[in-house]
């Protein structure tokens, strides 16, 4: 039961985090935008399934792209989202500070993630978060 509402909370458009029109996803849309040569554009839909990533992380206590049941970034695009994403690609972070300019740093520092953030053919980003004992798990996922 706590899986259908944790679900039903994500898919409400009411819920606050990982929606592109607060302040801290479009910051962070900006700032990994100058990363590259093409901007990206924030999808409230692509933000669902980080969100519900970040939350099942904190909830059970893993920090992963992949779920203890196997389950990955494209996985939850689908099953949450309802996106089949042909290209995808998703950056985690965990921090007690949520400023965006350092997290895009610490990712662009990343060899995969910066592979990630600079490929051209992953144009929509979306980004889910959460507070979980005193640390920030922040996930961002990618789409073309």
Known sequence: ?????LVYLLLD???AFGLCNQPWDMEMTS????QRSMPFSCSDQIGKAAQYHA???CQRNYFSHVSPEGYTAKDRLY???Q???YYWGE???RTTNAESKAIVQAWMGHNGYRQVIQDPKLNYVGFGWT???GWYLIVANYTN
């Open 55 to 57: 939350n099942d992380m």
């Open 31 to 34: 700032e990994l935008s100058k």
């Open 91 to 93: 950056t985690l972070y």
């Open 131 to 133: 507070l979980c004992n």
């Open 13 to 15: 458009s009411s819920i």
């Open 83 to 85: 996106i089949n994403a």
């Open 1 to 5: 039961m706590k899986f259908l509402i």
């Open 79 to 81: 099953r949450i989202s």
